[in-house]
């Protein structure tokens, strides 16, 4: 048991839509080896970047041009770069990307690399939205990209403690979050694209419910800016770190490319967990209609 220190990126994206996906892939990529670095230097142990990290949010529209930014995971080219990098910082990275499966099978996924550069395994966002955003025919059209996730809800044993990962939309769903701390889960990474007018109100609710809820740390991280020429609208930032007990431990700006460190205290984990039993009070013999349709 120790303190863990947690590094979370949240950057923009400038790159004007137009652009050919590898211009974006690459711009995006730099940028983030470069917040990586820079988060690892101030004592960043376990490293979690925004979602779909290596791009726009580009399911705001709905166009095929971008299904030539996936990557299978691992064996793609960005996977094996972090890996690379997490092996020379010795640090975890949780890295969100677009991946493909097979032929055209794709799913919005995060891949967690351990601190000596090998690839633990993978999570694929379940809950996929498909709802109208901002002004235009502007949305969260992700049906159009990805596939729902069949992967269950994974746990990682990395170097330094035991992560799980939900993705997004995925927050809204207390059910995965559960699952995730009943397979042991101390700390659960939330990768983010979400925009103001949509989901401010629930950014600092919702999350801090599923830690207390749950006895682990959130990671919650967010994009910011306005992404041309779409201007959904304003991605808000606000990364942070919360834990067990819903207190904010670190959080970032709303603008500006950061990178935010936070504290995760292990023992804080237990002295919660045998104060509010939770998971030895859970009735699950009674929530059967739960997965009834």
């Not at 955003?133 to 059209?141: C, D, P, Q, R, S």
């Not at 600092?204 to 207390?212: D, F, G, I, M, S």
Request: charged content about 20%.
């Amino acid at each position: 048991m120790g303190k863990i220190s947690i590094g979370l990126i949240q950057a923009s994206h400038e790159v004007e839509g137009s652009a050919p996906v590898e211009v974006h892939k690459e711009a995006a990529i730099q940028k983030h080896i470069a917040l990586v670095r820079e988060a690892a230097a101030r004592g960043a142990q376990i490293i979690g970047l925004q979602e779909v990290f290596y791009g726009p949010y580009f399911c705001t529209e709905q166009s095929p041009k971008w299904y030539a930014s996936a990557e299978q995971v691992p064996e793609g080219p960005t996977t094996r770069r972090f890996q690379e990098l997490a092996k020379e910082l010795g640090v975890v990275i949780i890295l969100p990307v677009y991946e493909v499966e097979g032929i055209a099978t794709y799913y919005n996924t995060a891949a967690v690399i351990d601190a000596d550069g090998s690839y633990l395994g993978k999570y694929r966002k379940h809950h996929i939205p498909h709802v109208e955003a901002g002004e235009g025919t502007n949305g969260f059209w992700e049906k159009y990209y990805f596939r729902p996730g069949n992967l269950g809800y994974p746990v990682f044993d990395t170097a330094y403690a035991r992560v799980g990962v939900y993705i997004c939309y995925d927050r809204h769903f207390p059910e995965g979050a559960r699952l995730l701390g009943l397979a042991g889960a101390e700390i659960v990474f939330n990768p983010s694209a979400t925009v103001a007018g949509t989901s401010e109100y629930l950014w600092k609710l919702e999350q801090p419910a599923h830690a207390v809820a749950n006895g682990y740390y959130v990671a919650a991280i967010n994009r910011v800016g306005v992404e041309s020429p779409w201007n959904m609208g304003e991605f808000y930032g606000q990364s942070y770190l919360v834990d067990p007990r819903g207190r904010m431990v670190a959080m970032g700006s709303r603008d500006q490319d950061e990178v935010i460190i936070g504290e995760m205290d292990m023992e804080l984990i237990r002295e919660v967990r045998n104060v509010w039993q939770f998971y030895r009070d859970r009735r699950p013999e009674t929530y059967e209609h739960l997965v009834n349709l």
